[in-house]
């Protein structure tokens, strides 16, 4: 753990694994945030889009804005979404991009990567792939990505700079980088930063 | 942050109330936490 970390990685990680393991498997639950089609329709998703999957593709999103409201996906874009849960925003990604399109969402948590897989089976949509990695070692080669998509993932891991740098990787030369997460309007006091609990709520 | 990553054209859309009656909101608002959207590029090389 280098000096400048306020939690350890891996032990992040684990609770970030256990808790979105629990909205995997028991997506009806009530959780510290919304999920699933009431959530969407809350981050002001497209209806027709979201309308359109499956219950399995919709009940475990646990995003906290939308990636897609300032830059819609172009058809054939090379896509990668950075801690793709259960694959909504990978599917809403697949609709954009069209069958020319290739969407790969990366995920460390093996609940949600199962049931991802199950979904783009059952969809037929060979053109989106789930891959088990990290946000800061993204199993891409780099500059494949025409743009690179994350929900709610970046402010759970806890070396941003290092998850930055690895999208830049990954994109290719002035490829997009579009993403939602959370921010703070009132600092966060330091030993609160340091409790691990609250980064995961 | 994102620039030091070698990023250009931040830009940040509205805020959002992500955790509006969801049982996280009175966390959420001891700390004004609201979700937003957020788009930047590559450079060109």
Redesign the interface.
């Known amino acids: 753990m280098t000096e400048d970390l306020m939690v350890d990685p891996e032990v992040l990680r684990e609770q970030v694994r256990d808790k979105y393991r629990e909205v995997a498997a028991e997506p009806e639950r009530?959780?510290?945030?919304?999920t699933g089609r009431p959530l969407a329709a809350?981050?002001?998703y497209e209806t027709a889009a979201v309308d359109a999957l499956p219950d399995r593709a919709v009940e475990s999103f646990a995003?906290?804005?939308?990636?897609f409201?300032?830059?819609r996906l172009m058809p054939a874009e090379r896509v990668v979404d950075v801690g793709s849960g259960a694959g909504f925003d990978s599917f809403i990604a697949a609709g954009q991009v069209g069958p020319t399109g290739q969407v790969i969402g990366v995920d460390m948590t093996i609940e949600m990567l199962e049931k991802s897989r199950e979904t783009a089976s059952g969809l037929g949509s060979d053109h989106v792939s789930f891959v088990d990695g990290f946000a800061e070692e993204l199993p891409v080669d780099d500059g494949w990505a025409d743009a690179v998509i994350s929900n709610?993932v970046i402010n759970l891991c806890a070396d941003?700079?290092a998850v930055?740098?690895e999208?830049?990787r990954v994109?290719?030369?002035?490829?997009?980088?579009?993403?939602?997460?959370?921010?703070?309007?009132?600092?966060?006091p330091p030993e609160a930063l340091r409790d691990i609990d609250?980064w995961t709520? | 942050m994102i620039e030091d990553s070698g990023f250009t054209d931040v830009h940040i859309g509205e805020a959002v109330d992500t955790f509006g009656g969801a049982q996280g909101e009175p966390q959420a608002r001891s700390f004004e936490v609201y979700g937003y959207a957020f788009i930047a590029r590559r450079a060109s090389e």
């Open positions: 009530t959780f510290h945030f919304h809350r981050l002001g995003g906290v804005g939308n990636p409201s300032l830059r709610g941003k700079r930055f740098d999208i830049h994109l290719k030369p002035g490829g997009v980088l579009q993403f939602a997460d959370i921010a703070n309007g009132r600092p966060v609250l709520g």
